[in-house]
Each structure stands twice: as C-alpha cells, then as structure tokens.
C-alpha cells in the first residue's frame, strides 16, 4: 500500500516568506507526528495528532509554526516569517493508535531559507 | 526530561562481518520502549528493532538484535552479516509509556564496504 507522502519534497524561501507543508498519512492511520531534523541532527518532535486533535504541539519552536489536520487525514504544517534558523528537514509519520513508538516516516520536505 | 546519547557519530564495517552500535540513554521512568531506526540516504527512515523495557528478553529482527541493560540504561544494536544495503544513518530512540513522542539521539553513520 502506498506509503507516507510528503510535499513538496524541496522548498526554498526567502527570510520572511509564510510556506506551507502537506503531509499524506497511511490511510487509516489515527495519529500524526511531525519532526524537525537539523543537519547531522536526529529528528526532534514537534506536534502530534490523534485523528484531528491536535494533543501535544510542545516541541514547536515559536508561535510562527502551526499545524492542523481538519479533517483527521492531511495535515499541513505552516510557517509563518520564515527565518535561517527554520532551515531543516520537516519529518512527518504516521502510526496506527496504540503501536507505541512504530512510526512510518515520509521522504520529509527540505526547507531552506536564504 | 529524557536524553538519548550515541557516543559514536561514525562507523564502518566490511560486508558480511558483525558491528554494534551503542546508544544510552537517561529516564527515571520504569515503564518505557526503545527502539532503532534506520535512515538510507535519501530515503524514509525506518524501524528496525524496538524493545519494551519490562522485556528481560533481548529482541531480535533477523540479522539485528540488541543488547538491553536496563540498570546501566544501555541499548546497543548488533547487525550480524553486515549487508551494503546497511549502509545508513542509524538513530536510537525512547518513548515513555503514555507518550506519544519519540526522543531520537544524534544518530550513528555506518558505512558497510565491500
């Protein structure tokens, strides 16, 4: 079956640009998690959702991030005034409920902000 | 808050010979998973072992197994037969029972030479 999809897979925005991320979980997946990996870093968490609930968003560096899944499904991380520091990889996964810790990860979206 | 540690960013191996990477990790916690996952380059990461800590049981994955030292907060992962196709970024992670959100450490880059 298909897989986590992420799109797109390259963006290149200049300081200030608003840009948005789409993530396509599995289907049938209740929870969402997005990661936030820096060059030779490994991933670091930012939000997750349970179906559209949106239960833990603690690892969100500033009020300039902000994620939603309206509908349980898709979800789409927005940044707003895009700034260098936010150049990293954006990780989306997905999970079925209750399969602690076994995350399937998409390709990730790379962000660079020049 | 719980810390992940890999103390060696790099490694290598020859093809079909065995190699073990480390990874500790600090929790008060009693009740949680561990696990490893695999990052090809420029490809999805994905799980290869996970291990529940009431679990006195080393897991194991076919060619992957680990070394669980729960008292000394030890998860090393050994990969027997050493493939090209394990040439990747290999990333420790903990989850607390209850949670939702992965901590990953910095990651371990093997390289498998023919």
């Known amino acids: 079956g298909a897989g986590v999809s992420q799109s797109p897979r390259y963006k290149v925005a200049k300081r200030g640009q608003d840009v948005a991320l789409r993530c396509d979980p599995i289907?049938?997946?209740?929870?969402l998690f997005w990661y936030q990996q820096a060059l030779g870093q490994g991933p670091e968490f930012l939000t997750y959702f349970q179906n559209e609930a949106q239960l833990d968003k603690s690892g969100l560096p500033s009020d300039r991030f902000f994620a939603e899944r309206p509908e349980g499904s898709v979800s789409t991380l927005k940044i707003q005034r895009t700034q260098q520091e936010d150049s990293a990889v954006y990780l989306c996964a997905s999970s079925p409920l209750l399969d602690y810790g076994t995350q399937y990860f998409g390709p990730g979206t790379r962000l660079l902000v020049l | 808050a719980q810390t992940v540690t890999q103390s060696q960013p790099e490694m290598s191996v020859q093809e079909a010979e065995t190699v073990t990477l480390s990874c500790t990790y600090d929790?008060?916690?009693?009740?949680?998973?561990l696990f490893w996952y695999k990052q090809p380059p420029s490809r999805q990461m994905i799980l290869v072992i996970r291990q529940e800590a009431y679990k006195q049981q080393n897991a194991t994955e076919n060619r992957f197994s680990v070394n669980f030292q729960k008292a000394a907060k030890s998860f090393s992962l050994k990969i027997s037969d050493s493939q090209l196709g394990d040439t990747a970024m290999y990333f420790c992670?903990?989850?607390?029972?209850?949670?939702?959100?992965?901590?990953f450490g910095k990651g371990t880059k093997l390289t498998v030479n023919p």
């Open positions: 289907s049938g997946h209740v929870s």
């Open positions: 992670a903990f989850l607390s029972r209850g949670s939702e959100k992965l901590v």
């Open positions: 929790t008060s916690e009693n009740n949680y998973y």
